[in-house]
């Protein structure tokens, strides 16, 4: 088992890493015979809820468990609500534990709810599917959705603990597990060459959920993103970073439609286009950019624009971006493979020239 | 101008307590030109609404307000709703500043808007009733009701500072006025025997609303209230001291439901039962007793229990208060006048006695 410890000011909490963790009693950081109230979602529960429960139950715990419906459409006030009814229907007070159990929609509703139920109780994370684990666990955001604006409503509140179980990720869907490599290799992308070198090496191994591989490799992710954290909690600086391609890949969200290509897929196709403008702007070279495309296509992830949207269509929406500052496109790019930054006013021209190499005509 | 600083771990704030503060561009602690959202009800709204929005401004602020409905049955998820509705339907970013402009109720909804928004914006308290002055808007409370428990959903928020301006005390119903001054005096009672005195002293003025008594009075409270909140931020010691009267007074406002008596009345006659019962344990003196009750009087609160209601019916409401561990009923007494304590467990006989002492038959 690995443990990467996250530092914030005053909290500091433990990740911890391993396989068969959700069977063993000893890691679950509740006291014995303390109520707790798992959250998941149908899908998750079907295979983890019971392990959870019964491994918590040898602990004396009364365990308590509300299912919300799958998906990023139920991440809402509403959702916010059944937890806190639920929470007091069961007599939970201010000593009750919330285990998050799931992806990152029900971090986020799970985390928010226990930020708020009484001002606050304990909250464990237990995400399960790769994505979560290596981005969304680590620094203490969580929110629901308004109708005016995603993740409008929320609270950074730090858990307990994060307790990632790399077995969990068996049971998730190839296409998800590919989609949340496109982070992990985002990780090597703009901030650690070394690891973006051991994932050349060793993608087969995680494509094909080696445990050993996985452990590595997720401990990596999470101790670069609690690095990013620490230095810059409120958002300002580096954090920006952990947006490479990100924007070229809302472009893509938005135009399909959310939901038909996996955020990650998206992202994908937004580093590609990220690595090809900072070819075109003399940063990386025309190997840095194939060396990322081909690791990239060994994840079975996309590295062109999907079929049937133009190269014309990404800047409207790209224009809408929370990062664009009075009217100026902000972009995360490579100075080289291993170390990103952020432009501040790209020309348009040079922008549509590397979507236009990353589109399926060329 | 009296400024108490209220000082919890890392965080830190003023509050402010003068007259004619609202017409000072000054002391609002926004950025000049910055976005501010008032969120007020309208009886409030209608006396000091355009002061304020007046006055932000002369900083060149862009002000915006919301409207919530009087009265603590909207104290719900639902009016939070509707001030995020208007804050995103306003654009306002996470630079914009909250402002509670009213009493208890406004100042427990805004706060909680404030605190949940994008993740926290910054919030500035301009409580309005005497209560909201020397109690709720100090120690960062905030909270909405739910169907199932009141003040269940909620955070620890601190504002960036409260502005008390006595003279909005003049648009207050003379009744309000006095039910703060039941809290007033319990700070005394509990914990300032010089404080109790120098009320003996200015009860007159306090009621007749004299500027220079008022703010000596609540910087006063403000004190006392953030030294107890500074100790014991999270509520698990002297912070109970602060329920002094509040177990009877419950038991009143229950029975009568919630709305025929204020608060502060329910809590005056709720001291004077502490007060006997102290007396029956021999902690204090009847004459302690009798200066209570003339001091409680001269605010025009009762001191006796209201018609109809039977000493018989208190103790099975007093069973169910939060205080009540394994079946005892713990409930905070007085070993002098400005020493108060927490009393494990009292006999049932004397508490009743205590009850028929305060009753009007007698």
């Known amino acids: 088992m690995r443990c990467i410890n996250v530092e914030l000011q005053e909290r500091r909490y433990p990740i911890l890493i391993g396989s068969d963790l959700l069977q063993d009693e000893q890691r679950y950081p509740v006291e014995d015979g303390g109520r707790v109230m798992i959250v998941s979602n149908p899908t998750v529960a079907r295979f983890y809820l019971k392990t959870v429960t019964d491994t918590l139950e040898k602990r004396g715990c009364v365990v308590d468990h509300i299912l919300l419906p799958d998906g990023e459409k139920y991440k809402t006030l509403d959702s916010l609500n059944l937890i806190f009814t639920k929470l007091l229907q069961g007599n939970h007070g201010r000593d009750t534990t ?84 496109a982070e992990v290799i985002k990780y090597g992308a703009i901030l650690d060459y070394e690891f973006f070198e051991w994932l050349e090496k060793n993608i087969d191994d995680l494509v094909a959920l080696k445990q050993e591989a996985l452990q590595h490799c997720i401990a990596r992710c999470c101790q670069i993103k609690a690095d990013v954290v620490a230095h810059d909690e409120t958002e300002k600086g580096d954090r920006a970073l952990l947006n490479l391609g990100h924007t070229f890949g809302h472009a893509i969200e938005t135009h399909l439609g959310y939901g038909n290509w996996l955020h990650g897929e998206a992202v994908s196709v937004g580093m590609m286009m990220a690595a090809a403008l ?20 060994r994840a079975n992830l996309p590295t062109v624009s999907p079929d049937g949207m133009q190269p014309e269509d990404y800047l409207p929406h790209m224009m809408r971006d929370k990062k664009v500052l009075a009217g100026k496109l902000r972009l995360v790019l490579l100075k080289s493979l291993g170390q990103a930054y952020v432009a501040a006013d790209t020309e348009h021209k040079l922008v549509l020239n590397a979507i236009r190499r990353c589109s399926q005509a060329d």
């Open 98 to 181: 919330i285990i998050a159990l799931g992806g990152g929609v029900i971090g986020d509703v799970a985390g928010f709810a226990a930020a708020s139920y009484q001002r606050g109780v304990r909250l464990i994370q237990i995400p399960t599917t790769l994505l979560s684990q290596v981005d969304s666990s680590v620094g203490g955001k969580t929110a629901v959705n308004h109708g005016l604006g995603k993740n409008m409503i929320g609270a950074f509140y730090q858990p307990t603990a994060v307790m990632i179980d790399t077995l969990t990720l068996n049971t998730l869907p190839k296409r998800e597990v590919n989609a949340g490599l």
């Open 278 to 297: 900072s070819e075109e702007l003399d940063h990386i070279s025309v190997e840095d950019v194939a060396r990322l495309e081909k690791l990239l296509a």
